[in-house]
DNA sequence: GTGAAAGCGCTAACAC
DNA sequence: GTGTTAGCGCTTTCAC
């Protein structure tokens, strides 16, 4: 392993010189400059992160701390945060678990974004206080170097009811994923908003938690009723799939006997018929907004923090 | 931001009793061991990474760099990899491009798993000579500090062909992924060993991508064929769905007209009808054996590196 | 059992 | 324009 001490020997000048180089300051001119950067990479010299992290006290690196690899919603998400701090010059890492708590309390990165709910809001908190600004994207939370960058769940799920009550629909059920989560709760609160305003009450509720099997298991308890709503509206895809795989595998059919809908528009989405109809966000797209928030944040700039519009898809599913 | 410093202040002792006991060094008796951790933890203090890398000159972090984040194949791998890390103390990042190129030249991890295309051979041998061990899994390349952990595409292909032999299908098609890759290579030497063995010719080949539109467009050049294959074996399960759904879009029925087959077994080769046969790996065991093989390499034990075996996952499509 | 001190590889203030 | 040097926050050797 070379240091900057072995370039500096090869180059013949000290080691603040090649400092200066390497990180294009003014004071050195070209020719020397470049000489120095030639005999660099000439002995494979690179800095080591460790070195400079410590001196500068910064990393130039963020972190987005997930729950696990597997979610049908990330990857886009991911990668548009990647490409606007890449372009910007920052290193992007993504951990899961125990391996994002190392990483945040020991300040392995300068701001960090998080959407893992096994991270609770007091663990947060914590660690957010020894931290740089941290942007939560899985719920709402307030406190020094907290920022909260959600979609506007109410929003999408207020337009999407308003659709569906104006196609005629008025027995309508909703089916909740997990209870008490921002997810469930805006997008429930959406829906009621766009009931009320029409003074239709809702039908009947029924109580999943995000997957596909609690959509099976909430088909199977709609089948044994005889009197069934005309219009399903779903906290999201997931357990929409479910509910409409078990009602279509016991001769129901969608949308003439019974109308659907999701949220989230997964992939699979579109490939059952009919197709689901369901909100969309363009999760590339607010990758780039988030990580363009962060950098502004960890440049100190003021900040205007909007929420993420969702897109309406509607297909055959009602 | 407390340092080791502060909690020696409070803690009425020198900075290098606080690490002994923040290191569970068993010279400190556990009286004091305790005291110094709560009052460590009292004021929030947690070790900087940065100043710990540099001077242990280690982090405990092992990187995965992967291509993007889209691969329907890399979750329960990532998940895998990181279940063993956490046991093992180590701390996983993950990332892609450009910041994998930052994380491995300057040293942010001890080690790196590689399943990323777009790091060429040659920046690879040259970021390894800098580095510590290397696994690569998308490729074959013998260099210091690299090592391969590969699926054996050849064993498991082989025994698929075997397999569609002794159901007696004869007029078999092969379908290239992109040509020179070690998948498409090492999948297609399987196909054609079990071919030889029963002296048997290929009776076409066909040309694609590794995507669905590549699947596609085969389909549709297939259409226009008078003398059809019986069937089709594909280098990957993605090119198959594409093929699959252009043959029976056009009244085509698998498997009684031509019967088909993948690889990778990704979710959507059960949910389309026929269900697709195709070759699974295990990649949550698998990326359990990479991190084991890794971690083994960081010690400097002796390591026996084996290629995982695919599983024959025979379903409805041949 | 505890402390003083050296030093990991850099950056940047300061001197010339 | 270039060099000397202090010091970032730790770990660890050595002394007591």
Known sequence: MSTIKDVAKVAGCSISTVSYALNNDKRIPDITADRIKKIASEIGYFPSAAARNLKKRNTDTVLVAISDFGGPVYHELLDGIHFQLAKS???????????????????????????????????????????????????????????????????????????????????????????????????????LAALQEKGIKVFREYYGNFTKPSGIMIGAELLKDS????????????MALGIMETLQKNGKIIPSDIGISGFDDIDLSSYVNPQLSSIKVNHFEWGKTIALTLIKLLKEEEVDIHKQEGIIMIRGSY
């Not at 290193?91 to 893992?116: F, H, P, Q, Y």
């Open 89 to 191: 010059g920052y290193t992007m890492i993504v951990s899961t678990g125990i391996s994002s708590n190392n990483l945040l309390k020991e300040r392995s990165a300068d701001g960090a974004v998080i959407t893992d709910i096994h991270i609770s809001d007091q663990s947060l908190i914590q660690l957010a206080k020894n931290f740089r600004p941290i942007i939560v994207l899985d719920r709402r939370l307030k406190d020094t170097n907290i920022y909260n960058m959600t979609i506007d769940n109410h929003k999408a799920m207020y337009c999407l009811t308003k659709d569906i009550l104006s196609k005629g629909y008025f027995k309508i059920g909703y089916v909740h994923g997990v209870k008490d989560t921002y997810d469930n709760q805006t997008r429930y609160s959406g829906f």
């Open 227 to 238: 009197n069934l709503p005309d219009m399903l509206v779903c906290a999201n895809d997931e």
